[in-house]
């Protein structure tokens, strides 16, 4: 399992993930689930990955092999490449981010058709699912959750972050303190918070944390950052966080029973 949220912002986009993957308690590992594509000056998306490895490293490279096809339309002396089979929107031909959406759904809807005979007799899922957030030249910036279905949710200024994986125990925090009119930062802040709180929770959570920055109009990422297993940034974010809480508890209405037996000055 994994955790990844990405959150819309009046000002841009900001995606984080944690990078642990395991396979039982005895095969714990780490790979990349944020991943970054500029394909044109006029585009860029920012893809966030949980749910089945092979699935997703799958849709990764195809999504890849796609853009090398569309970069690379002759073989050589001038021969035209193989035929593809039908023109569907990628990442380089899509005028809306939806478009692009749609198409990273129906790669990942292809991939787990092609493995779920093999998975279903080993009580293996082999079901993924994506957050998308980017912009194309001309159009707003936007986030979308792709389901395994392959079908997709936009988020909005009233739901302004999008979660998949182990999304439950990071959600708390966003929903009390975040709103899309939050700066970059903060949000980042934020995302960072959730990232370190699930960690505490659950064990299939965990470092190295990555958290990327866009700001709206940009076409490009300004910050990147990844924070390693020990990093000082982690346990700061731990331990201010929980010291908060402890204050915030210390701050609650006391019942009446405590009002009453509180001495008379």
């Avoid at 642990?20 to 966030?48: C, Q, W």
């Avoid at 090398?68 to 593809?84: E, F, H, I, K, V």
């Avoid at 790669?107 to 998975?119: D, K, Y």
């Avoid at 190295?208 to 982690?234: K, N, T």
Wanted: hydrophobic share 40%; aromatic share 8%; with cysteine.
């Amino acid at each position: 399992m994994t955790y990844c949220v990405g959150f819309w912002l009046e000002d841009g986009l900001v995606m984080a993930s944690d990078s642990r993957t395991n396979a039982g308690v005895d095969y714990i590992s780490s790979y990349r689930k944020l991943h970054i594509f500029e394909p044109a000056p006029d585009r860029l998306f920012m893809l966030l990955a949980a749910g089945n490895l092979a699935t997703t490293q799958a849709v990764i490279n195809q999504i890849q092999r796609d853009l090398n096809r569309a970069r690379r339309p002759t073989m050589g002396l001038g021969r035209p490449s193989p035929d593809p089979g039908p023109r569907h929107h990628d990442l380089l031909s899509a005028s809306y981010l939806f478009e692009v959406a749609a198409y990273i759904g129906r790669l990942s809807v292809e991939v787990q058709t092609e493995n779920h005979s093999a998975l279903h007799q080993v009580g293996a899922s082999g079901e993924a699912s994506f957050i998308l957030g980017g912009q194309i030249l001309g159009q707003p910036h936007a986030l979308y959750l792709i389901y395994p279905q392959g079908n997709a949710i936009m988020a909005t200024p009233e739901t302004p972050f999008l979660q998949i994986g182990e999304s439950k125990y990071g959600k708390p925090p966003l929903d009390s303190v975040g709103h899309c009119r939050m700066s970059l930062e903060d949000a980042a802040r934020l995302c960072l918070v959730s990232q370190v709180i699930t960690r505490r929770s659950n064990l299939t959570v965990g470092p190295p944390f990555e958290v990327a920055l866009y700001p709206r109009d940009s076409l490009a990422v300004s910050h990147h950052q990844r924070l390693e297993r020990g990093a000082r940034e982690i346990s700061e974010i731990n331990r201010i966080w929980i010291e908060s809480q402890r204050q915030a508890m210390q701050s609650l209405p006391r019942f009446p029973w405590e009002q009453a037996r509180e001495p008379v000055v």
